[in-house]
């Protein structure tokens, strides 16, 4: 069985530009996760996706970060305008049904906002 | 007070010897709770499991789980340096929305000393 996909693996931009991470979740499961983790620092929920309704977003700051789950397969997170704060690793996980079953982990965006 | 507390570290521990890592946790309505194990660079992977309070037993690893304490714990047998990551606690709880969502700990840092 296929893992949890993410691209890119890296990416560097400058304050004020915007970007983009893919996520292709394991086959069949129906929640996905978008997480920061920052270097130090446990993971934090941006946002949670139950097929293609958000079901948690509360700490999305929603000026700057937007996500979709068209079609309720894979996930897009956008950051426009970026700032330095924002880097961190992203993080995609999913989970069969979301109701407290193991989740499990892409390999993660390293962004770096200079 | 934060709603997954674990001690930072570095936890020293000798190879061979028994690691000994700690989570405690504010929600009294936790569902489950899991361990993961995530080196430098790398994404978060599961490496237990525990829904109901007594221990788990995995190989070198046993949870271990006390719901009237709000306490979770890992415990790793005959530790190798491979065992050397930090270590995140991660539980998870029905929200007032009715969705389940994960909540982690800021991760403890194992050392295993060859």
């Known amino acids: 069985e296929a893992g949890v996909a993410q691209s890119p693996r890296y990416k560097i931009i400058e304050k004020r530009q915007s970007v983009a991470f893919w996520c292709n979740p394991i086959s069949g499961h129906a929640t996905l996760y978008w997480y920061q983790q920052i270097l130090g620092q446990g993971p934090k929920l941006l946002i949670q996706?139950?097929?293609?309704?958000?079901?948690?977003d509360s700490q999305l700051p929603k000026d700057r970060f937007s996500a979709e789950r068209l079609k309720g397969v894979d996930s897009t997170l956008k950051i426009q305008p970026a700032k330095l704060e924002d880097s961190a690793v992203y993080l995609c996980?999913?989970?069969?049904?979301?109701?407290?079953?193991?989740?499990?982990f892409g390999p993660g965006t390293r962004l770096l906002v200079l | 007070q934060k709603e997954v507390e674990q001690n930072s570290g570095p936890l020293s521990v000798p190879e061979g010897a028994i690691a000994s890592l700690n989570c405690t946790y504010s929600?009294?309505?936790?569902?489950?709770f899991f361990w993961y194990r995530q080196y430098s660079g790398k994404s978060p992977e599961l490496i237990m499991s525990?829904?109901?309070?007594g221990d788990k037993e995995d190989g070198r690893f046993t949870a271990q789980l006390n719901k009237a304490s709000q306490y979770v714990s890992l415990l790793i047998r005959d530790s190798q340096p491979s065992d050397s990551a930090t270590y995140l606690c991660?539980?998870?709880?029905?929200?007032?929305?009715?969705?389940?969502?994960?909540?982690f700990g800021t991760g403890t840092r194992l050392k295993v000393l060859a």
């Open positions: 991660a539980v998870n709880i029905l929200s007032t929305s009715g969705t389940y969502k994960y909540i």
């Open positions: 996980a999913s989970s069969r049904t979301g109701a407290g079953e193991t989740q499990y």
């Open positions: 929600d009294r309505g936790s569902q489950s």
């Open positions: 525990i829904y109901s309070n």
């Open positions: 996706f139950q097929n293609n309704g958000v079901v948690d």
